[in-house]
C-alpha cells in the first residue's frame, strides 16, 4: 500500500469520523440526549437522512446547502468539521505515520475538534469527554512512542493543578469565577496526552491566541471588561500546535534557555 493511497484513506476516515463529531457536538450538550439514537435526521424538519445525502463534505455541496426534504438551509458547521477532522488525520500521517502514535492521538485531536466547537457554542465542556480523556491519556502512555507514564502523570496533575491555582487566585482576588472547572480538565487531558513538558506552551499559546480572540471579542460587542469568550478552544488549538510542532517548539524553547 503505497503512501499516497494511504494518506488518501486517513483523510477519508477523519472526515467519516468528523461526521459522526457533528453529531457529538449537536447532541452531548442536551442532557440526557443519545449520541447514537436516533439515527441522523434534519434538526428542522426531522426527516431521517438517506446515506446518500450523509457523505461527508461532498453531500453538503451536491445538496447546494439544502435539506432535500424540506429545504431548509443546512449549517456550514457540518462540512467544517468533517473537512477539519480529515485535514487533522491527514496531518498525523504526514507526521508520525500508521502506526502507534497515529492511532493513539488521533482520538485526542478528535475530542479536542468536539470540545472547541461545543465550548464556542455552548460554553461547557463536557466532562464526558475530559474525564475519560485523562483516564485514556494516561492508561495509553504506557504504550506512546513520545510520553512516558511519568510524564503523562506529572502532566495530568501540574495541567489540572496549575489552571485550578490560576482560577481560585482569580476568584480569591475579584469575587468572580474567571475560568470553569471545565477548562481545568481541559488541560488535564492535554498533560495526560502530551506530557508535562507541553504545558508551558500551551498555557502560554492559549493565552496569546485567547486575548487577542478578546480584543477582537471587546470591539465588536462593545461590552468592555464583561465580554466573556470561553478559553477551552484556545487551549485546545495550544495542544493541537504542540503535537504537530513539538520538536521545533523544543529546540527554539532550548536555544532560549541556552542564551539566557
Avoid at 15 to 41: C, D, K, Q, T, Y
Avoid at 103 to 112: G, K, Q, R, V
Avoid at 179 to 205: E, R
Wanted: glycine share 12%; net charge positive; with cysteine.
Amino acid at each position: 500500500m503505497t503512501d499516497s493511497f494511504t494518506a488518501v484513506l486517513t483523510f477519508v476516515f477523519g472526515a467519516m469520523v468528523g461526521s459522526f463529531l457533528n453529531v457529538v457536538i449537536l447532541r452531548l450538550p442536551e442532557e440526557g440526549r443519545s449520541i447514537v439514537f436516533p439515527a441522523s435526521h434534519c434538526p428542522r424538519c426531522g426527516h431521517p437522512i438517506r446515506w446518500f445525502d450523509n457523505i461527508p463534505i461532498l453531500s453538503f455541496i451536491l445538496l447546494r446547502r439544502r435539506c432535500r426534504d424540506c429545504g431548509e438551509p443546512i449549517s456550514f458547521q457540518y462540512p467544517l468539521v468533517e473537512l477539519a477532522m480529515a485535514l487533522l488525520s491527514l496531518a498525523l500521517f504526514r507526521k508520525f505515520g500508521a502506526g502507534l502514535a497515529y492511532a493513539i492521538y488521533f482520538p485526542f485531536l478528535a475530542a479536542l475538534l468536539a470540545i472547541i466547537f461545543i465550548d464556542l457554542r455552548h460554553q461547557i465542556i463536557p466532562d464526558a469527554i475530559t474525564l475519560p480523556g485523562i483516564v485514556l491519556g494516561f492508561l495509553l502512555a504506557f504504550a506512546n512512542p513520545l510520553v512516558s507514564w511519568q510524564e503523562a502523570g506529572l502532566g495530568l496533575l501540574l495541567g489540572g493543578g496549575s489552571l485550578y491555582a490560576v482560577a481560585a487566585g482569580y476568584y480569591l482576588f475579584t469575587r468572580r469565577e474567571g475560568m470553569g472547572g471545565g477548562d481545568i480538565k481541559l488541560l488535564a487531558m492535554i498533560g495526560a496526552f502530551l506530557g508535562w513538558q507541553s504545558l508551558p506552551f500551551v498555557i502560554f499559546s492559549s493565552s496569546l491566541i485567547g486575548t487577542i480572540a478578546g480584543i477582537g471579542a471587546m470591539i465588536k460587542q462593545r461590552k468592555g471588561g464583561q465580554t466573556v469568550i470561553p478559553y477551552g478552544p484556545f487551549l485546545a488549538l495550544g495542544g493541537m500546535l504542540y503535537l504537530f510542532f513539538r520538536e521545533e517548539i523544543i529546540s527554539y524553547l532550548s536555544q532560549l534557555w541556552h542564551l539566557q
